[in-house]
């Protein structure tokens, strides 16, 4: 398994490089539309109880996406159980259900028609929930999109778990993206505008996402808490390092710090190179 894993991030990383060199270009969890008034307005996003994170993963793709093909097993973007971002030993599920500070407290399968898998958790110690969405690899167009509309504030969805509403998307106080870097092969239709007055914090796993993702990141009024410089292998315990940080209030540094000892520890590639991978703000 760890050789696989390897040949698959050495695969990875390969196709970022190939991308970058492109032009700029339980209870089930119940999860209705997004929030609109009668006239079909969008609302403004509800504020939760405590703290939520809306984690989007683009699931890994080898037909759809712009990426040098992984194994097919963990490279098909309609099958999560198995998938390199979702189902695999570093995928998003299950280093999450592994985590002893974490607990899956619902999970629903096609929630909407590009999710394939929504997962809800609950920290053992404090009032913050967690959502993943995984979304089907041909849409990772709409999983970039709706990463930034989350962030703007907008897109707010309900969801009910274990008897509690939830706010997600647009109610989520921290918003992030784990996947291919989409804004390598394509464009977005448009740049959604910050819709509030609330701070959000973007977290962004993917491939030299400072670069691509900077501009529509701006109009959101989102803050960077990490994002990277350089090619990377976008697995599940950077996002958890990072996580850790921002639940514990450190600053985008102490973040950034997280974040690259842990993507060492997995990666060996040396504690400068992970700092320079990462970075925090503007």
């Known amino acids: 398994m760890t050789t696989t ?10 196709a970022c490089q190939s991308a970058s060199q492109a032009p700029l270009r339980s209870e089930t969890a119940q999860a209705p539309a997004a929030d609109k008034n009668s006239a079909g307005v969008p609302q403004p996003a509800k504020r939760n109880s405590g703290k939520l994170i809306h984690i989007l993963v683009a699931l890994c793709d080898n037909e759809f996406q712009g990426i040098v093909p992984v194994p097919a097993r963990i490279g098909n973007g309609d099958d999560p159980a198995n998938n390199l971002y979702w189902g695999a030993r570093f995928g998003v599920k299950t280093f999450f259900k592994r985590a002893d500070d974490w607990r899956l407290v619902a999970g629903v399968r096609n929630p909407r028609a590009e999710i394939l898998e929504r997962l809800v958790f609950k920290h053992q110690n404090k009032n913050v929930h967690l959502v993943a969405d995984a979304y089907r690899g041909r849409e990772i167009k709409r999983c970039v999109t709706d990463f930034f509309e989350f962030s703007a504030g907008r897109a707010g969805e309900t969801i009910k778990a274990n008897s509690i509403d939830l706010y997600a998307g647009g109610g989520a106080d ?3 993206y784990v996947g291919h870097d989409g804004l390598m092969d394509f464009s977005l239709d ?7 007055d609330r701070q959000r914090d973007a977290l962004m796993l993917a491939c030299v996402s400072k670069r691509y993702f900077a ?9 960077p808490l990490l994002w990277t410089t350089g090619l990377m ?4 315990y ?4 990072a996580i850790d940080g921002w639940m514990l209030n450190e600053d ?8 690259a000892t842990a993507y060492n520890q997995y990666q060996r590639c040396g504690m400068n190179a992970a700092l320079r991978l990462f970075s925090t703000g503007w």
């Open 238 to 241: 950077v996002l958890k390092a």
């Open 233 to 236: 292998a976008p697995e599940a």
């Open 5 to 14: 894993i390897s040949a698959c991030v050495l695969a990875l990383l390969a």
């Open 252 to 259: 985008g540094e102490g973040t950034r710090r997280r974040a």
């Open 174 to 176: 921290l918003v992030a």
């Open 215 to 223: 501009e529509p990141l701006r109009k959101t009024g989102a803050r």
């Open 190 to 196: 448009s740049y959604p505008q910050k819709a509030d």
